[in-house]
């Protein structure tokens, strides 16, 4: 069965620091993975999608990496802003048709 | 359009009452999902609908009965629901087949049960 683990289970941080989230899963057999933001009450933003076959993906100040091999995915946040705080979640797909896996998530906090 | 759609945001209902989410999407997505998300805790697969057919039930008790009446429109009907039940329901859609396209999630209808 599947399980996905996300460290730290929460990070406080100056604004501008550059940060790591880290996420490893137990089956490498992945369709695919997504990083997901979600605000208080709020509903999931699609962050970054990494196929199986891709290493990393960018967008904007995000940067997520994929090693399927070893079970690992992170997402690198660079010059950290107050409006980056948020619960990051990290999902993964195991083939096509099944749903997504989440970790429990990591909550930011960047203060000014 | 790339949004998943739900309403209402927000709902409070009695035990004894009857009451229906709604999601839509109009992305061609072929997949339709239903997720609890307790407060700081991760989404919980409820119900999964792969080509209008419920796919995946993840053994959810009976007062949750979903229905899939197209392509498009997702509901989930409530009835009779415990104080328990009360927590964050997200819709989300996807491809069936494609690992180039990932989950698109609303922005969930807030439940409370009194």
């Known amino acids: 069965k599947q399980e996905v683990t996300q460290i730290p289970a929460a990070l406080s941080v100056p604004e501008g620091e550059n940060l790591v989230l880290n996420c490893s899963f137990t089956?490498?057999?992945?369709?695919?993975l997504q990083w997901f933001r979600q605000d208080p009450g709020k509903g999931l933003t699609s962050l970054l999608l990494i196929q199986s076959s891709q290493r990393e993906q960018t967008s904007g100040r995000l940067n997520a990496s994929l090693d399927k091999s070893s079970g690992r995915s992170t997402l690198y946040i660079a010059a950290s802003q107050p409006g980056d705080s948020a619960t990051y979640l990290c999902a993964v797909r195991g083939q096509a048709g099944t749903a997504l896996i989440f970790g429990k998530g990591t909550t930011l906090s960047v203060s000014s | 359009d790339t949004e998943v759609t739900q309403t209402p945001k927000h709902l409070v209902m009695g035990m004894t009452n009857k009451k229906s989410l709604k999601c839509e999407q109009h992305m061609g997505h072929r997949a339709m999902y239903w997720y609890k998300q307790k407060a700081k805790k991760p989404p919980e697969l409820m119900f999964v609908y792969s080509y209008e057919k419920l796919s995946i039930n993840e053994s959810v008790p009976s007062r949750f009965s979903p229905e899939c009446p197209n392509s498009s429109l997702l509901n989930l009907h409530l009835h009779a629901l415990q104080p328990e039940d009360s927590a964050l329901y997200l819709c989300a859609s996807s491809q069936v087949q494609s690992t180039g396209h990932g989950y698109t999630f609303g922005s969930g209808t807030r439940l409370t049960v009194v």
């Open positions: 089956d490498s057999a992945i369709y695919n």
